[in-house]
């Protein structure tokens, strides 16, 4: 069975950082593409980046500079290291994990506020 678990969401003022991590059990990260999605209120979900399993990465524009994509296939985890965050970057994070199939985490909440 197919599970990625979200970390590392929480309230962080404008210009500050966190760092989400997605676990993944029943799956190589190795072997999966692998994304940040996000979801704003009243908005639809979009990608924020993402790494295959090649390790090729592409972020969304509204991120480039600010936040980075990395996986560690020994702890089958990918990190998501965000910077400079602004408010606008308030949203649902969601892992995703395609090859085959598609899986999705149940997202963590992520607020930039002062």
């Known amino acids: 069975q197919v599970h990625l678990a979200e970390a590392g969401g929480g309230l962080v003022q404008p210009g500050g950082s966190l760092t989400l991590a997605c676990a993944a059990s029943?799956?190589?990260?190795?072997?999966?593409?692998m994304a940040w999605y996000r979801q704003a209120p009243g908005k639809q979900r979009v990608l924020v980046a993402d790494?295959?399993?090649?390790?090729?990465?592409t972020y969304a524009d509204f991120v480039k500079g600010r936040f980075t994509i990395s996986k560690n296939e020994a702890k089958n985890v990918v990190i998501l290291q965000m910077n400079s965050l602004e408010p606008e970057d308030t949203a649902v994070y969601f892992c995703n994990a395609n090859h085959l199939d598609s899986y999705w985490g149940p997202g963590i909440q992520v607020t930039v506020a002062s």
């Open positions: 029943g799956i190589s990260v190795s072997r999966y593409a």
């Open positions: 790494i295959s399993s090649s390790s090729t990465i």
